[in-house]
């Protein structure tokens, strides 16, 4: 058993291995428990559902959010795919559920990738063979979980945090195609608190607005992403301790996500402060983060100022020029509808940080939120421009 | 007197020219009448309106919407530049009203390019100097106009339309920054039509409906952008007429703005078919236009589908998959929640051509809209990413 991580849970064993979704690289996931895990999700508000999704949540239903197994595959993500695709991804239930002697509605399935490609059901059905032995609790067999769910990262996303012997850990992948509303990638949670079905819900909510609802590579939302939070309920925690710990993690890999998102290099963090309402504020510090002027000015360590504010302006919330404050980095540059004299050399040195934050005090309210995301390159364009060839 | 264009126009006189705001490049334009104009005009929504915005509105209801000039000029877009900038754009109308002998009010003033730095005022008042002699009927005076208005648009943008001797032309220009509500770019408008201001104002809100605010080139909204539109109330015309001959102007003026949106090479025409409302049809066919992933997946002619579909389930209108149907370029690609087997030959063959046409029918009502867009390539982020070097 680990120190950290998912397999750092009594009872959770991980894989992930290559079946040939993906060239050479690792594409299938597994995490396993013998004992049933209590499971909550959040998932993509998208119309387009993929079928995996359309097919957990029928399970966690069934199931009475009682399961015992998660099965993801990255390279493609059985999503417009239509009948076929739901059979499919019932079908990958079936077989591991067969595998493992527990039942289908215990399994939970995810798949990320391109879209509208048939799942190749024959790589699935050779990759699942006498899978149980391939289980294990060790650093090795998590790490190599979380590179499996990986599409364009660079680097597995693995966070834990912990308070007196409670313990939150998670792996998940992020990239492109991410912008909230729910969930804006996939990231597998595990913990050993006990909590009910509704609390565990409730918290993962509140964490994901918190967190990866206001997180935004590209604006674009993806028609498979999902959060699972599992439990092996096995301490007891106050709900508002567990609270603060999720929102903790769910924070740590939304920034994680953010700074190896597709051709970034720069962090950037948005803070909305005193406005009217929470939601107000989260809505403009999301216009910001999102503008793809904003992320090439952040790229170019150039002409950002006009554009947060411009960015600022544009949405339907009613904005006082007079009364915005704005600092970057913790310097002060705009007030009273028009630029400062600042330091330039100062100016130009924080836009060389790798971090660019960006502080918008309102003057309208006492509520605040804050957005994150990254900055906008060629790189990017390259990526998504020949991310999938021959596909339609 | 020209045969088209704004200088067609019985009694408009402009001119172009380059008073030192960029490098080498023309950056001064003026549209002149001697008669009064009856003028009518939408702005940009942005709540960091530039100051030669509120000091036009400001002219236009003093004058009551009889006004005889417009001053523009590229390179600096006097905004965010506090009380500053509207004195300076109150003193460039007051000095070429001096220059002309005509009233302060009667000026309309206009700005586009760098935010948060000082009209060099100076160079303004240089520039403004015997102007009169400077201005001139002829197409040389007219493309010079068009000319000097331009930020990093590669052509300049003019655009007539005529029917029964009623004539409407413009000069404009667009190319990033653009995203709807009110305007998307500066358009100066001028007609002979004999109508009412209030007749004036619905046509063009109408037709900027239709056109300028469904175009978008990367879901940025400018502080500066605005349409105005003149009138030498010369010939009757039935109002009818006079709005179908005016969308049509709008929405060529729009197809020109986005061919030549920064970086980009190819056109998107976004048809969103059977809708409830047109307004959701207008959304819907905004959502997918403005999508990043849409935009390079059509730079590199793959991968395209799963990325419209993605884009269009991403709103908070119901869509129902089950029920959407896309064709690209004439081409049906899906259907039924699942992709079409297509002739990828033709498919392929069709993402090579200049004009990307997404027709997508939701069969959910009748009502139906448009959007424009362009590609989104590498060069766009080149051209923001350096666009404003020293400025903060």
Not at 53 to 59: A, D, F, G, N, W
Not at 63 to 75: D, Q, R, Y
Request: hydrophobic fraction near 40%.
């Amino acid at each position: 058993m680990s120190e950290l991580g998912l397999t750092s849970i009594n009872g959770i064993s991980c894989l992930g291995k290559h079946i040939g979704l993906k060239k050479k690289k690792k594409d299938f996931t597994i995490i396993f428990s013998a004992k049933p895990l209590t499971a909550v999700a959040v998932f993509t508000t998208n119309a387009f559902k993929a079928a995996p999704i359309l097919v957990s949540k029928k399970h966690l239903k069934k199931s009475k959010n009682c399961v015992k197994a998660i099965v993801a595959n990255s390279g493609n993500a059985n999503a417009c795919t239509g009948l076929q695709g739901i059979l499919d991804a019932e079908e990958t239930c079936a077989i591991f559920a067969n595998e493992l002697k527990i039942k289908k509605e215990e399994v939970l399935v995810f798949s990320t990738g391109v879209i509208g490609t048939a799942l190749p059901m024959d790589k699935i059905k050779q990759g699942l063979k006498k899978i149980k032995s391939q289980l294990g609790t060790t650093y090795v067999h998590e790490f190599n979980a979380a590179q499996a769910i990986l599409t364009t990262d660079n680097k597995p996303k693995q966070v834990t945090v912990q308070q007196n012997g409670i313990k939150i850990a998670c792996i998940a992948k992020g990239s492109g195609m991410i912008n909230p509303n729910m969930a804006t990638m996939l990231c597998f949670i595990a913990t050993n608190a006990k909590l009910s079905v509704a609390e565990l819900q409730k918290s993962l909510n509140l964490a994901a607005n918190q967190s990866f609802n206001q997180l935004s590579v590209d604006g674009c939302q993806s028609t498979n992403d999902s959060v699972v939070l599992l439990s092996t309920q096995e301490k007891q925690i106050e709900l508002e301790n567990f609270q603060k710990l999720l929102t903790e993690l769910c924070v740590k890999v939304s920034t994680k996500i953010a700074e190896d998102a597709e051709g970034a290099g720069k962090l950037m963090e948005v803070k909305v402060k005193n406005a009217k309402t929470q939601k107000q504020a989260a809505l403009l510090a999301k216009a910001v983060v999102s503008s793809d002027l904003v992320k090439t000015a952040i790229t170019g360590k150039t002409g950002l100022v006009g554009r947060i504010l411009a960015a600022l302006g544009s949405t339907f919330i009613k904005v006082n020029p007079a009364k915005v404050k704005l600092l970057i980095n913790g310097q002060k540059i705009f007030s009273h509808n028009q630029f400062l004299k600042v330091d330039y050399f100062l100016f130009h040195k924080n836009m060389h940080k790798k971090c660019i934050q960006i502080e918008i005090n309102l003057n309208q309210g006492k509520k605040e939120s804050v957005a994150l995301g990254c900055n906008l390159t060629k790189k990017y364009v390259e990526i998504n421009t020949f991310y999938a060839p021959g596909v339609l």
